[in-house]
Nanobody
């Protein structure tokens, strides 16, 4: 059974930083594309960043230059470093694991940025 457990969310002032962590189990982590998505109240879930097994990254325009996605295959973990946070970054952040056979999501972690 695949499990994705996010942590690291919280309340931070605008301009601050947070680091999200997603720990995966029950999956061949090293061959999965991992991603972070977010959903704000009343809005659709949107892509934040993805990272392929080879380490290629992709970011939403709104977070480029502020957020960094990375992975540690030895620890089955993916990270999202978020700097210069803005109130518009407030959302529930979800971890996603994709392979040719499966598409799994975590339960999410709340990030709230106060102005």
């Amino acid at each position: 059974q695949v499990q994705l457990v996010e942590s690291g969310g919280g309340l931070v002032q605008a301009g601050g930083s947070l680091r999200l962590t997603c720990a995966a189990s029950g999956t061949l982590f090293a061959i999965n594309t991992m991603g972070w998505y977010r959903q704000a109240p009343g809005k659709q879930r949107e892509l934040v960043a993805t990272i392929t097994p080879g380490g290629s990254t992709n970011y939403a325009d709104s977070v480029k230059g502020r957020f960094t996605i990375s992975r540690d295959n030895a620890k089955n973990t993916v990270y999202l470093q978020m700097n210069t946070l803005k109130p518009d970054d407030t959302a529930v952040y979800y971890c996603r694991s994709q392979s040719a056979w499966r598409d799994d999501w975590g339960q999410g972690t709340q990030v709230t940025v106060s102005s």
